[in-house]
T-cell receptor, first 116, second 110 residues
Framework: GAVVSQHPSWVICKSGTSVKIECRSLDFQATTMFWYRQFPKQSLMLMATSNEGSKATYEQGVEKDKFLINHASLTLSTLTVTSAHPEDSSFYIC????????????FGQGTRLTVV | EDQVTQSPEALRLQEGESSSLNCSYT??????LFWYRQDPGKGPEFLFT???AGEEKEKERLKATLTKKESFLHITAPKPEDSATYLC???????????FGPGTRLSVLP
């Protein structure tokens, strides 16, 4: 299957700082990428849908000014958590598809964010 | 609104003890139902896609089936390395997004 790489795998940051997470499709071009958040022992909750070259679409309740998403190329999307607080600590996962309609979705390995 | 539930929440099996995981869904026009495996601290790993009722797919000790209301993931003679959380997700006819179920945490004891 296609490979999606996330970086970093884990990060610890101080409260009030910003942290950027990268999601790359390594062997295919992804017109659509998705960002999820997962709390311990819970399932994946979609945060936003990122389409290359256009603004991301955020799910209800997700602050777009806090979670900045950029999808500048067909192989890279970034999620920046701005002014991070301890409650932002979570497991963030991205996924990518070849096209918006394509049903196959491939997931990155996830990023564990801890805000202290 | 698309919804997915999974049962049981957790399942503990002895090695070699076969069982089934359930995924019940409500979606107006199923585009696809997906099974993923997730190990602790890792992203989901794709297992199967099912598109229409009656469809079945197999991979090693796993077999996924689909009806109009639910899907089953059958695990035959499981091994300890099958221990993981199994996630079910659906995609409706219009949305790009997947709706995930809460998952079933499977533990296979040697």
């Amino acid at each position: 299957g296609a490979v999606v790489s996330q970086h970093p795998s884990w990060v610890i940051c101080k409260s009030g700082t910003s942290v950027k997470i990268e999601c790359r499709s390594l062997d295919f071009q992804a017109t659509t990428m998705f960002w999820y958040r997962q709390f311990p022992k819970q399932s994946l909750m979609l945060m936003a849908t990122s389409n290359e070259g256009s603004k991301a679409t955020y799910e209800q309740g997700v602050e777009k000014d806090k979670f900045l998403i950029n999808h500048a190329s067909l192989t890279l999307s970034t999620l920046t958590v701005t002014s991070a607080h301890p409650e932002d600590s979570s497991f963030y996962i991205c996924s990518a598809r070849f096209t918006p309609e394509n049903t196959e979705a491939f997931f990155g390995q996830g990023t564990r964010l801890t805000v202290v | 609104e698309d919804q997915v539930t999974q049962s049981p929440e957790a399942l503990r099996l002895q090695e070699g003890e076969s069982s089934s995981l359930n995924c019940s869904y409500t979606v107006s026009g199923l585009r696809g139902l997906f099974w993923y495996r997730q190990d602790p601290g890792k992203g989901p790993e794709f297992l199967f896609t099912l598109y229409s009722a009656g469809e079945e797919k197999e991979k090693e000790r796993l077999k996924a089936t689909l009806t109009k209301k639910e899907s089953f993931l059958h695990i035959t003679a499981p091994k300890p390395e099958d221990s993981a959380t199994y996630l079910c997700a659906v995609q409706g006819p219009y949305g790009q997004n997947f709706v995930f179920g809460p998952g079933t945490r499977l533990s296979v004891l040697p």
